[in-house]
């Protein structure tokens, strides 16, 4: 018998936890940023984790639980050149 706890009590931090995220729960969201960064997944995993002026200093990811809508909308204004 394994002391370990339950896997779902384990905290594991992958380096596409993010990604993985972002495409179960926000698949919209996901198919942007794959497209505007050409399947770059490195890339996808720096930009949802880094903080972001327009997101009031939060990581686009931080912001998914506070307003998913505002992460699509700087997506598309960043795809749109709309830097208003």
């Not at 380096?15 to 960064?37: C, G, M, R, V």
């Not at 972001?52 to 960043?78: C, H, W, Y």
Request: charged letters at 30%.
């Amino acid at each position: 018998m394994s002391n370990q706890p339950p896997k779902s009590s384990v905290k594991k931090h992958t380096n596409f936890s993010e990604l993985e995220h972002l495409k179960a729960e926000h698949f919209d969201i996901y198919q942007e940023l794959i497209k505007q960064f050409e399947f770059d997944d490195r890339v996808c995993q720096e930009w949802l984790t880094k903080t972001k002026r327009p997101l009031q200093g939060k990581s686009p990811f931080e912001q998914l639980t506070i307003n998913a809508d505002e992460v699509m909308d700087m997506l598309v204004r960043m795809r749109t050149g709309d830097f208003s």
